[in-house]
């Protein structure tokens, strides 16, 4: 069960690049969620992955002895989800479909992996603490960085230029 949950299905055995097929798949699941039950639904199952996943996360690099396997990609997914929320918030408070927003899902996906990838700031020092705790916590960081961008980005493209 912690290793279906860590990795996602298996999904984080796909290779090249695990963490993106992650955070692929955690943009998928934030749309189905997002239609399901809007915005509120998605930080539910924000706040659900990120303990769901610290827990299976615990449990599947103490089974392997390894801190961070790239196969664990539960992280990806509750990352990913913070930096979609603006998104969704934006499309559920206006009463839009969820892909009216489109640039704006592709947005956080592309600045949540460069975060990720990255890990700049308070994102590498979580990364560094070297427990299931750091695993999860890089990937929130990164989500929270990304979602804060896609925000000042979605700002300056309806507010600013007027798009």
């Known amino acids: 069960m912690k290793t279906m949950i860590a990795t996602v299905g298996g999904v984080g055995f796909l290779r090249p690049a695990p963490g993106t097929w992650g955070s692929a798949v955690g943009v998928g699941l934030a749309l189905g969620l997002h239609w399901l039950g809007g ?45 979609l929320w603006v998104v969704s918030f934006g499309a559920w408070h206006a009463g839009l479909p969820a892909l009216a927003l489109y640039p704006g899902w592709i947005a956080g996906f592309v600045l949540f992996r460069i975060f990720d990838i990255t890990k700049p700031s308070i994102i590498g020092k979580a990364d560094r603490r070297g427990d299931a705790l750091g695993v999860m916590l890089d990937d929130i960081w990164a989500g929270v960085f990304a979602a804060i961008c896609t925000g000042v980005l979605a700002w300056i493209s309806h507010g600013v230029l007027g798009l």
């Open 39 to 83: 915005f509120p639904l998605l930080v539910i199952a924000t706040v659900a992955a990120f303990f769901v996943g610290w827990w299976a996360t615990a449990g599947y690099t103490a089974k392997t002895g390894d801190h961070d396997p790239g196969e664990v990609v539960i992280d990806e997914v509750a990352g990913q989800f913070i930096a």
